[in-house]
């Protein structure tokens, strides 16, 4: 039974802890989207001073929506949570309740029985009875535990009716908090249904705008594509250096190896006729035959080792999609490859409003669109970071995005564009965290960058990159 008892209580303990850790997680959870909520206001009112409708203050909307839908389902869970202590502290009550009625009744029969000795005379005689001496002990220490277990009894009524008064206190208290986190969800359901009009009225003008957003669309496309063709080019640029780079190593690597395991020349073996002939006359030089013998076989065997030498040191095979890294640069990727996942958004606040990938225009029906990166939305001016150490490649200024800030890390390649006021230039090291510029603002009044990650020739999704 005690064993039980122990079990019983260790599972309270650790539902009590969850719902501490639960609710402690909701209040974070709330305190960061009221922060997002905040972020969100501010940029959608500087996105309107230009336009009323624009798909820069859809995407806004769009966000705003996500944001106050979520704040209502971490009210809602919190409600659920609220309401469940409710209910433990009630029940717990109950059981107070039902263990005081028990200790009462069970104090009445002590007082009844107490009765029977209550006065000196009756303890005197109830003692004086006794049998012999081993009994008259024995009553002694029933009457010392007797009156002992009163007192106890009587502590535990008191005790538990404490604990009763102030479970129904927390009852009362938890009831209330959750009347407030009803009142505070019916006000973002309101707010809610807001912005949802809101969504509805710029939709509907945006689809009335048809022709025009039609005509930014291809003028979109065409800067993205001078975009792609920019990165593409300065990236097989690098990669064609790397690779003359890569070749001259491996070619002298070889060469080197060659002049190491070059093997000796065959001695040509004179005639002993002519040997003992040449020592008679006293004379160091070989015959003229001789010598032309030995001049042809030396020559035969250079001409077949520069045979060899041409034949292993060949132009090494190397991928013309693939950077080859000297030891600085390969540390350097490493240490990039490494962030993946916890990588620092290039600008200090906002919103993906453009994901990477192939998917549905959020207004023109039938229409896909593709972004190479993604989108950040933010508020005008806003800095914009490097995400890593590296080297800008290029510095370009590209009708439709602006400026554009291409920066490479070993065989990785960030790219920053719808940039303004560009504060670096070509062949420059940066570091992390280091300003390259301010965000720019389309006619529309929306601000945001485009941001890109590449591994050599290929396309990343920078979402699975950066911090979350």
């Known amino acids: 039974m005690r064993y039980i008892f122990v079990l019983i209580s260790l599972i309270w303990s650790f539902s009590t802890s969850a719902q501490v850790d639960k609710k402690t997680q909701l209040e974070q959870q709330k305190k960061d989207n009221l922060a997002k909520i905040k972020e969100l206001n501010s940029i959608i009112s500087r996105t309107s001073k230009k336009k009323n409708a624009s798909i820069g203050k859809l995407n806004v909307l769009k966000q705003q929506i996500g944001v106050q ?48 000795v209550s006065t000196v005379s009756n303890k005197i005689s109830f003692l004086i009875l006794s049998n012999d ?25 008191f005790e538990t009716r404490q604990d009763l008064m102030t479970k129904k206190q927390q009852v009362i208290f938890k009831k209330n908090e959750e009347k ?71 070619q002298a690597a070889q060469a080197r190896k060659l002049e190491v395991n070059k093997p000796a020349l065959p001695k040509v ?30 020559k035969k065997e250079v001409v077949k080792e520069k045979a060899v030498v041409a034949e292993k040191v060949a132009e090494p095979a190397l991928n013309s999609n693939t950077y080859y890294m000297n030891a600085e640069e390969a540390k350097l990727a490493s240490s990039f490859s490494a962030l993946r996942g916890r990588m620092p958004f290039p600008v200090p606040s906002g919103f993906i409003s453009d994901h990477f990938g192939v998917h549905k225009h959020p207004i023109l029906k039938g229409v ?9 939305q933010t508020s005008p001016g806003s800095p914009v970071h490097t995400v890593y150490d590296g080297v800008v490649q290029s510095v370009v200024n590209i009708p439709g995005i602006n400026m554009v800030v291409a920066i490479q890390h070993g065989d990785y390649f960030t790219v920053y564009s719808k940039l303004a006021g560009v504060s670096v230039s070509t062949g420059q090291k940066v570091k992390t965290g280091q300003r390259i510029g301010s ?30």
């Open 69 to 116: 839908k979520k704040q209502i389902t971490i009210l809602n869970e919190n409600q659920q949570l609220l309401a469940a202590e409710a209910t433990k502290l009630a029940r717990e009550s109950d059981i107070l309740a039902a263990k005081l009625e028990r200790l009462k009744k069970n104090y009445a029969l002590m007082l009844f029985e107490s009765q029977k």
């Open 133 to 157: 001496f081993g009994q008259f002990t024995r009553r002694m220490d029933f009457l010392r535990q007797f009156t002992k277990n009163r007192k106890d009894q009587a502590n535990k009524i």
């Open 180 to 250: 407030k986190v009803i009142v505070e969800k019916e006000k973002e359901t309101k707010t809610l249904e807001v912005l949802k009009t809101k969504e509805n009225k710029v939709v509907t003008v945006l689809t009335q705008q048809e022709k025009k957003l039609r005509t930014e669309l291809e003028r979109k496309k065409l800067a993205i594509r001078k975009l792609d063709n920019l990165i593409a080019g300065i990236v097989q640029r690098e990669i064609q250096k790397s690779m003359e780079r890569e070749r001259k190593l491996r």
């Open 269 to 298: 073996k004179l005639d002993e006729g002519v040997v003992k002939k040449s020592e008679k006359l006293g004379v160091e030089e070989q015959p003229k035959a001789e010598t032309k013998l030995e001049a042809k076989a030396e």
């Open 368 to 376: 896909m669109i593709n972004n190479n990166g993604i989108d950040i």
């Open 439 to 468: 965000v720019a603002s389309d006619e529309d009044g929306t601000s945001e960058i485009n941001f890109q990650v590449w591994k050599n020739t290929v396309r990343q999704n920078p979402e699975v990159w950066l911090r979350r």
